[in-house]
């Protein structure tokens, strides 16, 4: 292989990771504050695919993808505050709402998005950082989405915000030890609906991504599991911020991993290389999985690990 | 001016539904003062402090504090108030450091919290508190000991003026307890404290109490100052009249007397272990080829320094831990402790910390006690129902004889005390005819009635013919049950003595030899 084929295929999945990985980081990122707070939400999937459809809708009718950039994280939070409501009521089990608001969460955007498979929406712009390199190749790789930034400030601030801020470890303490913080008096369960909430409006980013950037368009087929895989990504992440964005990234290069190669002329097999992200899922469940041990940074009072 | 507080507490009272769990109890704390709570399991204690705490609310009674009446309707107002609780069962945040753990107790905390700042401070406190912890160790590594500490220390930063401690203890060694409780009086003492402390331990109330109260079944039954009490007294309040047919003294006395020797020839080993070698938690050896043999009609007493591989070993007896090379016989065939070699074999066991190893927490009393038979009649129907009358049936009538409390088979089991939850389970493992019996550290946290009763149940399950195996980090309490003793050390078997030749000073030897 030369060594521009390579170097095409590195450019190809750096930039992929980042195209791709984006709305994973976003979405885990949502996922991780909810779990954080002890809570698990696989409704996320439903939130995301509604954030697309709601994003990308808001942004052909008002002009303005901001407006629908905005919508998507509102939508994402109602249905985030749906699922913290609800699970805190007595008897409700959270992974099973959870699943119930994924395949609600879908349905209602496969049935409202109908009217906005065609037209085309305004798109979120794209910041051009590599624009004084030559290589064409950089150059496309490094135009980079104003999504990205924001979520990697979004992960240093959690990660500083977690430790060093009242809401964060009031959120670590009620996801950790609920007993703990009902002692000392903390609200567990208005904790628990804002970080649902909150987790919500990141993933109802991490849909408008999709719809308003990367592929940028509204299909029913857009989401492809992503939200769910979040939930993986997390645990791989060891609930931590900046994990999430390693994270986020090696889940992006995989995804991009089909059509990286597919630039340097590999195109048998495409498809399966498109799976490459779920197989990572199922490797990192396997490897991260200890019978005899619980992972370390574990929320104590997740319903996944207790 | 003392900032110690004063409590008062007037006629207070709380009901579970039929069941009165607290009538009419008043009680004074002077400030500066230990004020000792005592009761057996289930009188009421946790109930009252509950209360006092707002944890739980109080159906009727008033409490004043200084004098004046006050209204504590969650823990925040008796935060608020200088009343502070050291729980039983730890609540510190295991995920989290102990600065983050002392730092979230004030409940006052700055949105942006400047840890360069709150460090200094915490240091600053921690060199003037009576025990030293480090600041920024996870909790989830202290030992039992430390978290306790760390409990108190959580109250003293707080500044609190009343500690209520529950079963202080519990978890720690005898020199800890002594520390501990000899600085929470000195500086009660001092006029910096008072502190309302419920326990079982008479030795801790009689060194460290100025007065004490004394519950059963939620009624007030006693109340003075420890230079009047005597051990003696303390039993009789404890216990109250004899109910019919027992007494305290009756029940020791019965659990010494039903020592009888075993018949000789009857020394077939009903429980084999052979070179038996078990992992631990993090994957580590734990259990090195360890072989021995409880015959039936033998108790043999596993003693050992906590940590030393007892737990790993009865856990793979028991089923709970897969075995790493070696062989476990019972009446001479291979055993793997499956539910069909346990209930043809009849090994039944006892395993430490039962509310968690033994029992689901969530399910009922009736619902525990069933789990050895649910799948079978009378409780098992034709097609494979379950008779949930027959489950309730069969509560009723074990509750009753192993006297359970509150005596409500619908309970859930978590909501039982400590003792209680061990009686649940005896009532599970010894209604029926009991071939091998494994017991690990079966009086752990319990009170001395229970203590009693519970040891009676091992020594009657031993004099029926049963091959018993208790683990227990308490040698007293083995040097008094047992009739053979074994040591363990760093997961072997060192030292094996008779009961009758049995010495306490070399026993110890053994167990602490390379420490």
């Not at chain 1, 087929?221 to 979040?230: C, H, P, T, Y």
């Not at chain 2, 309970?411 to 009991?434: D, H, K």
Request: charged letters at 20%; hydrophobic letters at 45%; proline letters at 5%.
């Amino acid at each position: 292989m030369s060594e521009a084929v390579v170097s095409t295929l590195a450019i190809g999945m750096i930039g992929g990771a980042i195209r791709v990985g984006t709305p994973y980081l976003f979405v885990s990122l949502g996922e991780c504050i909810t779990e954080k707070g002890g809570r698990v939400n696989l409704g996320l999937e439903g939130i995301l695919v509604m954030g697309a459809m709601s994003g990308y809708a808001l942004s052909y009718l008002s002009g303005s993808p901001w407006i629908g950039l905005l919508c998507a994280a509102a939508m994402g939070l109602c249905m985030g505050l749906l699922h913290g409501l609800i699970c805190s009521l007595p008897r409700v089990n959270d992974i099973a709402f959870g699943i119930g608001l994924m395949l609600l969460g879908t349905g209602l955007a496969f049935f409202l998005g109908k009217g906005f498979i065609q037209p085309q929406a305004p798109q979120l712009p794209a910041l051009s950082l590599g624009s004084f390199i030559a290589d064409p190749r950089w150059r496309s790789a490094l135009s980079i989405n104003a999504l990205f930034p924001i979520g990697v400030l979004l992960s240093l601030l959690l990660h500083w915000g977690l430790r060093s801020t009242r809401p964060g470890l009031a959120l670590r303490l009620v996801g950790d030890h609920e007993g703990t913080a009902r002692a000392l008096g903390y609200p567990v369960a208005t904790v628990r609906i804002i970080a649902t909430a909150v987790g919500g409006a990141f993933a109802g980013v991490g849909g408008a991504y999709l719809s308003l950037c990367y592929p940028g368009s509204w299909s029913e087929g857009l989401s492809s599991g992503q939200g769910i895989m979040a939930v993986a990504l997390v645990i791989f992440a060891r609930w931590r911020p900046l994990g999430c964005l390693a994270a986020a990234m090696l889940f992006g290069a995989a995804g991009a991993l089909g059509p990286a190669l597919q630039s340097i002329g590999i195109s048998s097999g495409y498809h399966l290389f498109n799976a490459a992200p779920y197989a990572l899922t199922l490797a990192i469940m396997i490897a991260s999985c200890r019978p005899r041990q619980t992972l370390g940074g574990t929320p104590g009072e997740l319903s996944l690990t207790r | 001016m003392s900032r110690a507080l004063a409590l008062e507490v007037i006629a207070a009272g709380k009901s579970f539904g039929a069941f009165r769990a607290l009538d009419e109890v008043s009680l004074r704390v002077k400030p500066g003062s230990v004020h000792a709570l005592l009761g057996e399991n289930g009188a009421g204690k946790s109930t009252l402090v509950k209360g006092l705490i707002g944890y739980q609310s109080l159906d009727q009674g008033q409490v004043m504090v200084d004098g004046r009446e006050v209204e504590i309707a969650h823990p925040r107002a008796a935060q608020k108030l200088g009343i502070g609780m050291v729980y039983q069962h730890f609540t510190v945040a295991p995920g989290l450091s102990v600065a983050e753990n002392l730092l979230l107790a004030t409940g006052k905390l700055p949105l942006h919290i400047r840890w360069g700042r709150v460090r200094a401070e915490l240091s600053a406190f921690m060199d003037g508190a009576p025990f030293k912890l480090a600041l920024d160790a996870p909790v989830s590594g202290l030992s039992a000991g430390e978290k306790q500490k760390l409990e108190i220390l959580k109250q003293l930063y707080l500044q609190q003026r009343l500690l209520i401690l529950d079963e202080p203890t519990s978890v720690l060694t005898v020199q800890e307890a002594d520390e501990v409780l000899g600085l929470l009086r000195d500086m009660a003492h001092r006029g910096e404290i008072s502190v309302l402390m419920i326990t079982h331990k008479f030795g801790e109330v009689l060194a460290y109490a100025d007065e004490v109260t004394v519950l059963r079944r939620g009624r007030l039954v006693a109340q003075a100052p420890v230079a009047e009490a005597t051990h003696d007294k303390l039993a009789r309040w404890i216990m109250g009249e004899p109910e019919a047919g027992e007494s305290a003294e009756a029940l020791l006395d019965d659990a010494a007397t039903r020592r009888l020797p075993r018949a000789p020839g009857s020394r077939e080993a009903r429980l084999e272990v052979d070179r038996l070698s078990v992992l631990d938690d993090r994957g580590l050896p734990r259990v090195h080829e360890v072989s021995l043999a409880v015959h039936g009609g033998e108790l043999v007493g596993l003693a050992g320094i906590a940590g030393n591989g007892q737990r790993e070993l009865i856990e793979a007896l028991s089923g709970q831990r897969s075995v790493l090379g070696g062989a476990i016989r019972v009446d001479g065939l291979p055993y793997a402790a499956t539910r069909a070699q346990m209930r043809e074999r009849r090994v039944f066991s006892l395993p430490e910390e039962p509310l968690y190893r033994g029992c689901v927490g969530k399910l009922s009393v009736a619902e525990n006690i069933a789990l050895r038979n649910f799948d079978q009649a009378p409780i098992r129907r034709l097609g494979g129902l379950v008779s949930y009358r027959a489950i309730r049936a069969q509560a009723q009538a074990r509750i009753a004889a192993f006297k359970v409390r509150p005596p409500l088979p619908q309970r859930a089991m978590a909501s039982l005390s400590g003792g209680n939850v061990q009686r649940a389970v005896l009532a599970r493992e010894l209604s029926e005819p009991v071939n091998v019996l494994i017991a690990a550290n079966p009086v752990f946290g319990l009170d001395f009635r229970a203590v009693a009763d519970i040891h009676a149940r091992l020594l009657a399950a031993r004099n029926a013919g049963a091959a018993v195996l208790v683990a227990s980090d308490d040698l007293d309490e083995l040097l008094q049950l047992a009739d053979r003793l074994l040591v363990i050390r760093n997961g072997r078997i060192v030292y094996e003595v008779d009961a009758a030749s049995a010495d306490r000073a070399v026993i110890g030897g053994h167990m602490a030899a390379g420490h």
